[in-house]
């Protein structure tokens, strides 16, 4: 049966591709903290230092399921938007590239692209790539706009090719459009309209396309408004953050849709939109809140940098997920223009004062 998490979005992976659609990620074998990392005052700096230190073997992430590890291709790349958008481990961040193209990790991932081809992890791989500033028609043998825009309907939508069924979404529509406006043919205009057209009449965007209800998620939100700026669709955009802006929680997080209590990942990605977009006030409360989720000096040395899912504290089990998404809202960054390039080498550590001795 397929299954669904959120990993920069909501992208629903047929079951033979089990590792990318666990939710809890191990850190074990976790790559040790360098000699060479320094320390830094930046939230989103020492957030990507800690989150390199939790890769499994240096280079990538894994999720367990039944006792079992699985490689988790999703989290490893949202780690890789992370490190570029915090401008850090930029080490890390080339080995993590360079395992996701491997032939059994990307095979994995993208399906065969005959009878299984995802349209969200496509885009999304997409994304990384060019972030990375590689080359995406020949990443892991595999011409990544090519295959995306294979799998675009006539009627616009981007759409899974599977034998599990067509799972695709709003996550994944909109993480085509930023990484398909970053290539030589730019976004293509039906595209672009579905999505645009999917809009809620209140301003948000569902996380699924063709309910009888149009109900408004923040993360959908979030990166259809990214998608719909960068693509032209500004009134679009600029509602979305509207949305945005009326349902952010007193203490300045978003809550998943279903909840009222804030959480980092669908903070991360609100305050990347809201930063990004122009809606500062709105995006510095959000801000403010990732910080008071990051485990500062106070914290375990091993846990500082780190970010918490919610209040209730530091869990291991969602942990790097959640510190991921919190760097897009740390550094506010857009989705459109995130680049590695410049990115210092090392694994930062938060600066914190040295103990007094007597």
């Known amino acids: 049966m397929p299954a669904v998490r959120r990993s920069l979005g909501l992208l629903a ?14 850190a074990a074998h976790a790559a040790p903290a360098t000699s060479t990392s320094s320390p830094t005052v930046r939230p989103d700096a020492a957030a990507g230092g800690w989150l390199a230190r939790q890769l499994v073997d240096g280079d990538h992430f894994e999720s367990v399921f039944n006792g079992t590890a699985y490689p988790d291709q999703g989290l490893t790349i949202d780690a ?15 080995k993590a590239t360079a395992w996701l193209a491997k032939p059994e990790i990307i095979g ?37 706009p090519a295959r995306l825009r294979s799998l675009q309907t006539a009627e616009g ?7 599990w069924g067509d799972y695709s979404n709003a996550f994944g529509q909109s993480l085509a459009l930023i990484a398909l406006h970053r290539t030589p043919g730019d976004a293509p205009a039906a595209a672009v309209d579905y999505l645009a057209n999917s809009q809620c009449a209140d301003g948000g965007f569902p996380v699924s396309f063709g309910q009888a209800a149009c109900t408004s998620d923040p993360d959908a939100t979030a990166l259809a408004a ?27 997080g ?42 500062g000096c106070a914290a375990d ?58």
Request: with cysteine; charged share 10%.
């Open 108 to 144: 994995g991932y993208l399906g065969d692209g005959t009878t299984e081809a995802y349209a969200g992890v496509t885009a999304k791989l997409l994304l990384a790539v060019e972030v990375r500033g590689g080359n995406p028609t020949a990443f892991g043998g595999v011409d990544l």
């Open 254 to 295: 978003f809550a998943a849709a279903g909840s009222t209590t804030s959480n980092a990942n669908s903070t991360g990605l609100a305050t990347q939109a809201l930063l990004s977009g122009g809606r500062l006030g709105s995006g510095l409360k959000g801000w403010g809140r990732l910080v008071k989720f990051q485990q």
């Open 80 to 94: 890789v938007l992370a490190f570029a958008a915090s401008h850090s481990a930029d080490e890390a961040a080339a």
């Open 226 to 252: 990214q998608a719909l700026a960068a693509t032209g669709r500004t009134a679009k955009a600029n509602a979305g953050l509207g949305w945005l802006t009326a349902h952010q929680n007193a203490d300045g």
């Open 157 to 163: 939508r981007f759409s899974d090719r599977s034998q």
């Open 13 to 26: 992976i047929p079951a033979l591709t089990l590792a990318t659609a666990l939710p809890a990620a191990t």
């Open 301 to 358: 040395p091993a846990l500082r940098g780190a970010v918490a899912y919610d209040a209730s504290g530091f869990n291991a089990g969602n942990g790097a997920r959640a510190t991921a998404q919190a760097v897009l809202g740390l550094a506010g960054t857009p989705l459109a223009t995130l680049s590695a390039a410049g990115a210092r080498p090392d694994a930062p550590t938060l600066a914190c004062p040295t103990p007094a001795t007597r």
